[in-house]
């Protein structure tokens, strides 16, 4: 299984960004993606996720401005990203779960400030 992340960059506060993260492999139809981040100098912290079904979960710091959803015919996984501030720069990591298993993307760089 291969996770392919894309989508980070600079962005002022207050701005906006789509994540994309595209998992190949061996996947199964019954699974949990969801988006991390890790920030400098801190542990890697869960923003969202989705089932296959299409329930979310949001961390505090998302709910209100950020939307995960996803394309299961592409096994993509999507993170819109609004209402942006500086304490959102982080490094995102996609992740996949399935029959068990979690497998993580190479991170993309968000980094928010004027």
């Known amino acids: 299984v291969q996770l392919q992340a894309s989508g980070g960059g600079l962005v002022q506060p207050g701005g906006s960004l789509r994540l994309s993260c595209a998992a190949s492999?061996?996947?199964?139809?019954?699974?949990?993606m969801g988006w991390y981040r890790q920030a400098s100098g801190k542990q890697r912290e869960l923003i969202a996720s989705i089932t296959s079904g299409g329930g979310t979960n949001y961390a505090v710091s998302a709910k209100g401005r950020f939307t995960i959803s996803r394309d299961n015919a592409k096994n993509t996984v999507f993170l819109q990203m609004n209402s942006l501030k500086s304490e959102d720069t982080a490094v995102y990591y996609c992740?996949?779960?399935?029959?068990?298993?979690?497998?993580w993307g190479q991170g993309t760089q968000v980094t928010v400030s004027s």
């Open positions: 992740n996949l779960i399935v029959r068990g298993v979690g497998y």
């Open positions: 492999g061996s996947i199964f139809s019954i699974n949990l």
